[in-house]
């Protein structure tokens, strides 16, 4: 009984959340200076009349009051639908899910790099605080996390593509051939780049927490009774610094995927990749907005997912905070 009124009290949250989410989103692209019907039509939009502005304005609903457009859109949601992309002429739904296909490994790729280079990295800082060790380690942090996503994309791109040629310059695949015809290979190739990138920014976060957590612990009771006992700093953080450091660690990781998501979009425009981030900077500079409402709305109950994994995964790591919770 307990479970199940804290799932449906979870579920309403996560209803309210989404259902703010949808109205921000609506009254930032309403307030846009952009005019929907030229962002849709581009550069055709000189050759267009007056009469012919104002049907395609009547077509996708642009005529109508913002009220009365975010009713519409409401009233799909509900039915289950997310509405169709004037930008991409196909459903919102079928817009994410390839797109997101593509973003996934970037994402995936991305996020365990981080969590397991970056905790790997904070661990051995940590244990060896105030080392040369600990300094590079720390000093690559600190740079890495004050950087701008895309000026390290563009930096990466100039470095590997341009003046090395070790790593593609741009896209998803070879530019001039078909998306079914690339091989498994060369996708990779093209997404190592890019999910480097990303992963280094995720790297310098969780290896800064992570680091802290394990200098508490250096300097904590239990490590002063292991050092009496003659064990190392290395003993100490294998046998109690682990799990000590291993839950903000997980909780961070997963707390992070929104800012990891938001890293993408950078991560995607830099390197032309055609994922989900892309499509929101398409949506939002044409004003495509069942599409920026659906991502939004996906976006959120992505982040969403995430923080319920990361609370979940706590009584697993620490026993004690599931006796604590009534």
Not at 77 to 106: A, D, K, M
Not at 181 to 207: E, F, K, M, Q, Y
Not at 243 to 248: E, F, G, I
């Amino acid at each position: 009984m307990r479970l199940i009124k804290a799932l449906a009290s979870r579920l309403v949250r996560l209803a309210l959340v989404l259902l703010c989410v949808a109205i921000v989103t609506f009254g930032l692209v309403m307030l846009s200076p952009i005019d929907p019907v030229d962002a849709y039509l581009g550069p055709q939009m000189a050759q267009v009349s007056p009469e012919q502005h104002a049907l395609i304005a009547e077509r996708w609903g642009f005529d109508t009051l913002p009220i009365v457009q975010f009713g519409h859109w409401l009233s799909q949601l509900l039915n289950g639908e997310l509405g169709w992309s004037h930008i991409y002429n196909q459903p919102v739904s079928e817009v994410i899910s390839q797109r997101f296909q593509r973003s996934f490994i970037l994402l995936g790729s991305a996020w365990l790099m981080s969590l397991v280079v970056g905790f790997a990295l904070g661990v051995i800082a940590g244990a060896k605080e105030g080392s040369l060790l600990d300094q590079l380690i720390s000093g690559y942090a600190y740079i890495i996390a004050s950087t701008p996503a895309f000026w390290l994309g563009m930096l990466a791109v100039l470095l590997f593509s341009v003046y090395l040629g070790w790593t593609p310059t741009c896209c998803a695949g070879p530019v001039g051939v078909l998306n079914q015809d690339v091989s498994t290979l060369t996708r990779l190739h093209h997404l190592i780049l890019p999910i480097t990138t990303l992963a280094l920014l995720g790297i310098a976060t969780v290896t800064l927490h992570t680091r802290a957590r394990m200098i508490a612990l250096m300097n904590s009771d239990i490590a002063l009774h292991a050092f009496a006992q003659g064990a190392s700093r290395s003993d100490i953080a294998w046998r109690h610094g682990l799990r000590h450091a291993s839950l903000p660690a997980l909780t961070l990781a997963f707390a992070s995927l929104g800012e990891l998501f938001g890293g993408s979009i950078l991560i995607e425009q830099v390197f032309a990749y055609p994922g989900l981030g892309q499509a929101t900077v398409e949506a939002g500079l044409r004003s495509d907005v069942p599409l920026l409402l659906g991502i939004a709305l996906f976006t959120a109950l992505f982040v969403s997912v995430g923080n319920l994994i990361a609370d979940s995964l706590h009584p697993l790591i620490d026993p004690r905070m599931a006796q604590e919770q009534p």
